[in-house]
Structures are given as structure tokens and as C-alpha cells.
């Protein structure tokens, strides 16, 4: 029988009574570096682009496995600071490509108290607690979403993807082999969802303004088979526009289809008096899904499936012995393998729910109102430059430009060059057969002087005096 090796002190744990003492030291080591690596990047991404991180990245990471471990401080300060000063920072106003936010200070506190319990969301038996605040939070978003609902429920998933495909599993449950028909403004996840799932080919309905044609929708309805669903998108991702919800409802009715609405960028309107009835129509969907690592400011991953009634889920119903057995169910333990396809999950609703108890109904309609409004002042300053051409006006916070008279090689050497030097994050999209720059718009805290920073790094408006400030919404106070 061998013998536990003896001398070298176990590392602690994080859990437990002693786990917050053995976290404290090891915390102000991390914030120290997280704090040195954004000083020495200086910017919204790392400057000299992918060979140049990847070399300042792989210098300080080796050796990966050393034969002596060189102690818990000194691995954290390395590799937290490399990775910090290698890191593209949402929290950077300047950093505005993706639908990639920064995450709220007291959400990612919270996600740390989640990484320290380590519930496992797949048996009551490792999560008790952490199985009841998750129905819990799930139930009141659905709310949301279906005020009037019998028993409105959601499930909690990895982000709008894992939604889309569950919404597009509970469909093929219902029916069989339903068919898919979407915008050509939708999500690449459902298109994906369909082929992993053994879908027929979906039928992509145009959508020459940036959403649904209803027409070409109402056309493609009467010549299809049932059964159908019809996927909406409430915030795409190249342009943030809303499909009409309410009309794509009512064809949806006429056709006896069903609908699903991906409002992973778009659902948070909910939360705001201001800017929710862009959302009318949502609670004719027969799922929806949002995701609050985008529009919510939660560290990833936090998406939702929203369904009208939690009956609607009971076919994602599955059995294992040693998680839920018969007679543990029948005992009143919690049968929780139906609330999602994964076994393993952690508790992401924690941070979630200490989000919405911390800010409240008025607190994230603030954010939410505040990111609208940087968004509409941007268009502005667009509109108001010369040097520069406006797509449309923003529908939630995305928004598309370009430099006047640009070709589509400049408009993307443009954005690499800006990459490469790490002075600006934006992304790229096409709209109306034109490549065009996209800001997407996540951070609450952003300024008129950061968007006019921002197209400051343009070549065309590199040297065109500064834009004055322009009012912001009332209540939205220039910070």
C-alpha cells in the first residue's frame, strides 16, 4: 500500500469555512495583475497583432507543466497579467466590434462566489440551493417575456446559440422533422442547429432592409408543408435591427406555423419603459431566446430559453439512475436533468440573480437607456461629419459607417490596421452589397469624447477638428 507523500503542504481549497481565507491573499495578487496588464497594454486590444501577442503570450506562459511548480502567487501574477496586457477589453470604449459587453463589477464578484461553491446543476444532491434560486430567477425572466403565460419558465444555457438549437429540438419534439424558415438576417446558429438536429434544409426568406420580407415570408408559408417554424430576430447581429414581430406573428397565425424569436441582443429592452414596445409581438413566440452576456453586462455565459409554459419542456424529460432515480424522485428529490441537454452546469444563474437584485428594474433600464443613447449620439456624429456616410439610423446599439467614396479593400484594411495597432476594435458587416465599419455599443459608461475618439482613429477624419457634443437624450447626463 503506497504512502501519501509527506512535507510539501496541500494546496487549499476554496470552499468551506477556510476557503475565503486561503481566497483573500490570492484575490489582491489577481486585481494586482489584472491591474498591471491593462497599464502595459494601454488600449483596447494588444498592439502589434497576432504574431506579436502570440509571442509576448507564449514567453511568459512556458513552461506550461514545470517539473517544480513555481507557487500558486507567482503562476496567478504571470499568467493573469499576460493574458490581461493580450486581452481585447469590452470594458474599453473603444473596444466595440462584437456583441461581447463589459461585465458588471458585482456580476463578476458574484461569478467568483459561483466558482468557489462549484455547485453542479445536474442533481439536487450538489446543488440544492443553487437548483432552487435558478428556477427561481428562470421563472421571473420568463415573466417577462410572457406576462400573461400560464406557467412562464426558462432554461439556462451557454448563450443564444444552446437557445436557439433547444428551441429548434422542442419543435422537432412536437412535430417531427419541422421546417425551419428564417430571415437571411439571422443568427448562423439556427441554420446550424437545423443540420445537427437532421432538419430539412431551411428555407432563408430575403431581407433586403436588414429584416424579414413579409411577402416573400407570406409566399413562402403558403407553398410549405407543415409543420413550420418561423424564426424571427429581435437585434441582429450585423445591423442590431428588429424584424416585425407583431406582422411575422399574424402569418404565423394565418399559416398555423409556430414562432421562435432569438432576442439574445434585443431582449433587455425589456427592461426599459423607453424602448420595450420594440418589442411588441414577443410573447406570441413559442420560445425565445436571450442572452444577458450581451445586452445584460453578465459574464459569459448567460443565455435563457424562455417558454409561455413549463409543461412545453417536459420532453427534454431524461433518466440516469445515479442523478435522479425513480425512487429519489418519487421521494421528492428535485429532478433536475430536464432543465437542460448538458449534465455538468454550474451555477450561472448566481451572478445573474445578484445582477437583478442589486440594480432592480430601474437600474438595468438605466444601462439599457444609457447604451441606446451613446448609440443614437454616435449616428449623430456620423451624420454630422462629411467625411463619413451613415447605414441607418441604430435600432438598439449597433451602428454602421464608413468613410465617404471608401472602397470595400479600404473599408477592411482600415479595420486590420486599426487591429494591428491596437488603437480601435470594430467590426465589419455587410449591408445593401457594401462593407461597412460596425460599433457595437455595450459599454454604459461610455462618453461623447470616447465616440468622437473613436472616429478620430479614421484616416478620413483623422484631422478634422473635434466634433462638438451633441445633447444626449434627457436624463442622459454627459459624463
Not at 314 to 319: F, K, M, P, V, Y
Request: charged residues 20%.
Amino acid at each position: 500500500m503506497s504512502t501519501p507523500p509527506t512535507g510539501t503542504p496541500l494546496p487549499p481549497l476554496a470552499g468551506g469555512k477556510d476557503g475565503p481565507a486561503a481566497l483573500r491573499p490570492l484575490l489582491a495578487t489577481v486585481l494586482d495583475a489584472l491591474h498591471e496588464g491593462a497599464v502595459a497594454r494601454g488600449g483596447p486590444l494588444p498592439a502589434g497583432g497576432p504574431d506579436a501577442v502570440a509571442t509576448r503570450l507564449r514567453n511568459a506562459a512556458e513552461p506550461v507543466l514545470p517539473t517544480t511548480g513555481t507557487g500558486a502567487e507567482e503562476a496567478l501574477r504571470t499568467l493573469v497579467r499576460a493574458l490581461t496586457e493580450g486581452a481585447a477589453d469590452p470594458a474599453d470604449p473603444l473596444c466595440a466590434a462584437h456583441l461581447h459587453c463589459p461585465p458588471l463589477a458585482v456580476a463578476t464578484a458574484a461569478d467568483l462566489a459561483a466558482s468557489a461553491l462549484n455547485a453542479s446543476l445536474d442533481s439536487w444532491d450538489q446543488a440544492p440551493a443553487a437548483s432552487v434560486l435558478e428556477a427561481q430567477v428562470a421563472r421571473t425572466l420568463a415573466a417577462e417575456v410572457y406576462p400573461d403565460g400560464p406557467a412562464p419558465d426558462a432554461l439556462v444555457t451557454t448563450g443564444g446559440t444552446e437557445a436557439n438549437q433547444l428551441a429548434l429540438l422542442l419543435a422537432r419534439e412536437r412535430h417531427g422533422a419541422v421546417q425551419l424558415v428564417c430571415g437571411a438576417n439571422a443568427h448562423h446558429s439556427l441554420r446550424r442547429a437545423a443540420w445537427l438536429l437532421g432538419l430539412p434544409e431551411p428555407v432563408t426568406v430575403p431581407a433586403p432592409a436588414g429584416v424579414i420580407d413579409l411577402i416573400t415570408l407570406d409566399e413562402a408559408l403558403t407553398d410549405l408543408h407543415h409543420p413550420v417554424l418561423v424564426a424571427a430576430t429581435a437585434g441582429t447581429t450585423d445591423t442590431g435591427q428588429i424584424d416585425p414581430l407583431p406582422e411575422i406573428a399574424d402569418l404565423c397565425a394565418q399559416h398555423n406555423a409556430e414562432l421562435h424569436i432569438d432576442a439574445a441582443y434585443g431582449g433587455p429592452l425589456l427592461f426599459s419603459d423607453t424602448h420595450k414596445t420594440r418589442l411588441t409581438g414577443l410573447a406570441r413566440a413559442h420560445t425565445v431566446a436571450l442572452d444577458l452576456h450581451k445586452l445584460g453586462w453578465q459574464p459569459i455565459a448567460a443565455g435563457l430559453l424562455a417558454v409561455p409554459d413549463t409543461a412545453n419542456l417536459s420532453s427534454l424529460t431524461h433518466q440516469a439512475d445515479y442523478l435522479n432515480a425513480d425512487d429519489d424522485t418519487e421521494a421528492g428529490l428535485p429532478d433536475l436533468l430536464g432543465r437542460s441537454l448538458r449534465t455538468t452546469r454550474r451555477p450561472d444563474v448566481l451572478k445573474v440573480a445578484v445582477t437583478l437584485r442589486a440594480l432592480g428594474r430601474q437600474g438595468l433600464a438605466d444601462l439599457v437607456d444609457r447604451t441606446c443613447a451613446a448609440a443614437q449620439h454616435l449616428a449623430d456624429l456620423v451624420d454630422k461629419n462629411p467625411g463619413l456616410e451613415l447605414y441607418d439610423r441604430p435600432t438598439i446599439s449597433t451602428v454602421l459607417f464608413r468613410p465617404t467614396h471608401a472602397t470595400d479593400d479600404d473599408i477592411a484594411a482600415t479595420r486590420r490596421t486599426l487591429l494591428t495597432e491596437g488603437r480601435a476594435v470594430l467590426g465589419r458587416a455587410r449591408a445593401d452589397n457594401r462593407l461597412w465599419l460596425k460599433a457595437t455599443l455595450l459599454n454604459p459608461h461610455t462618453t461623447p469624447s470616447d465616440l468622437e475618439a473613436l472616429l478620430s482613429h479614421l484616416p478620413p477624419t483623422r484631422h478634422l477638428p473635434t466634433t462638438p457634443h451633441l445633447p444626449l437624450p434627457e436624463g442622459i447626463a454627459h459624463r
